[in-house]
Each structure stands twice: as C-alpha cells, then as structure tokens.
C-alpha cells in the first residue's frame, strides 16, 4: 500500500461506517416549528415596514416635510443598498493562500498528477495571480515540474 | 436538488408571486440550509439564529433577485456568507477561540444537541481549522454530498480546483486526525 492509499484509509472509515451525519441532533420538532419562527420574523419585518410609512404620512407642515423626505431619502438608499451577503461570491474572510506554498503542496500530494490541462488551467486561473517569480520558485524547487509549467501555466 | 421544486419557484418568481415563491423555498430549503449552515458553526443554537436571518435576508431580496444564478446556489451562497461571517465574528470576540484546540471540543460536547464520539469531535475540530474555502468546499461535498458541479455553482470556483482544494482539505484533515492518535 503506497502512502497515498494510507492517507484515504481514515477517511474511508467514516464513509464506511456510515458516519455522514456527524453527531448533530436537532430539538424535537424543529423543523416544523422553524416555520412559524420565520414567518413571524417576516410579519415582524412586514408590520416594522408598514409602520413607517403610517408614520410618515402623519406628519404635516414644512417642517414635517423635510423629515419625511429625509425619511423617503433614507428610505430609498436603504432599498437600492445590495446586502453584503447577496449576490455576491463568497466571502473569503481568513484565507490567506500564499500561491507558491500553494502549488508546492499541490505538487507534494500529487494532485497535479493526474490533472487534465484545462483542469491545471482552472487552477493557475482560480489561483491567480501567480507571478513569474512564484513560477521561477516552484520550477526550481521541482526541476522536473519545468515541462508542466511552461506548458500549461 | 429538487427539479419540481426548483420548477415550482421558478414559475411563482416569473409569476412575481413572492409569497408563493418564499413558502416554497422555506418548506424545500429549511433542512438543507439548516445542515449547510450547522455543519459550518456546528453550535444548534448559532445555527438556528443564522438560518432564520438567512430566510429573512432570502424574503427580503426575493424580488430582486436576478435569476443570473439557480435559486438554490443564490440561497446557498446567502447562507455560506452569514456562517462565515459569523464565525469570523465569533472568532474577533474569543467567544470560541479556533486557536484553541480544546475550543471547538468544548463547545461541541457543551451543545445539548450534539451526541457525537471522540472521533466525530476530533474530525470537526479538524475541520475547523481549515481556511474559509476549504472549510466549505469540504463541508459541502463530504457532510452534504453535494456533486462538484453544484459546489462550483454555489462558490463560483472551476471543479478543477474544487477538487484540488477538497484533496487539501483531506490531507490537512487526515494529518490533524494523525497527530490527534499519535
């Protein structure tokens, strides 16, 4: 058995003792209660919404004009602002990949190995930028990695 | 993931039925994103907090959403960036200190809702100390058997280097585990 083989073997005990669901319980009922939690969130959002536009028709005079079109101003900068957790990729909050150290643990696990080309292209695309002194560090460090970057990096 | 599903809120989002489409999401998507969400703060109580303001974020942008993704990875995508940035939140207050080993251990064997083994409990501190990526790319394919093409949707990455990022993972795991027996 190569050493790559060993490395699965621990991993292999949880898919074969069937050990997906890894010691999660949930209270009882939760799932149908997690519902109504919700939707009471939402009427609450709802009620909060409608409120404030009761309240601005309420009020009258110059004065209260300006309040309420500071209000509609808010209002609207509110509506047009894209939450940060919408639309958009994920948030990579902590990772810090260093690109060469990247790459030579790559190379140490074999992953390129068995890489197709357009596979290697996703990687040095996903892993971008890689400079030409990162490039110039892992060939030295891999002298018979020299082919596979020049052609495929 | 559910055609028919997808298809039903598909329809009610063309149809500009929002809460049409909003009840079909809750009732498709609670389990799934309650899991997806658990498995990446592994606390039932943090879980339970975040899944509900995920569905209200989901409730409140429903209408602008832009179809230029599935609904599905959209919610996915909303659900993975509150997880992370709460635990990177949590992490800033040393509520729960990563660094510390024992930390993830603690908190896990302290949740009423958690009845996993010694090794359940070392595989998720092993987990928890992988970066932000890794952490969700093997979350999402080993815990959620999730195919790479819907992970690669969900993150916006190649599966090329999905792939190489989970056989990261798993190295860093099986070394932790190595370690942990040692």
Redesign the interface.
Known sequence: MNNQEEDFEMMDFFEKSGNKTPGFQVPKDYFENIEQKVMSRIEEEKSKKSGGKLRSLSFTGWGSLLVAASLAGVFFWHYFQTDSSIEQPIQLTEEVIIDSEYLLDLDEYFVTENMEYSELEDLAIAQNPITDEEILAYSEYHEFSEYLLVENF | MSENLEKNISASLAEKNFDLA?RYI??GY??RL??HI??LVLI?EDA?DI??DV???I???LE?F?G?SQVYS?MY??A???A??F??AK?RKSEIQLEDKAGVANA?LADS?????E???L??EAVSEL????K?IFTMK??E?MKYEAISE????????L??SY??A??K??QF??QKSL
Not at chain 2, 113 to 117: I, V
């Open positions: 909003f809750l009732e609670k389990e309650y899991w658990r498995n039932h339970d899944l509900q569905f209200v974020k409730w409140k942008n602008k832009e230029r959209w995508r909303i993975s960036n509150e992370l940035n635990l990177a992490k896990l809702f958690f009845d996993g083994n090794m359940e409990v595989l998720h970066p932000d990526k890794q969700l080993y815990f058997e969900i993150t916006d990455t190649s599966v090329g280097a792939k190489a056989h990261h798993v190295k795991i099986e585990l190595r």
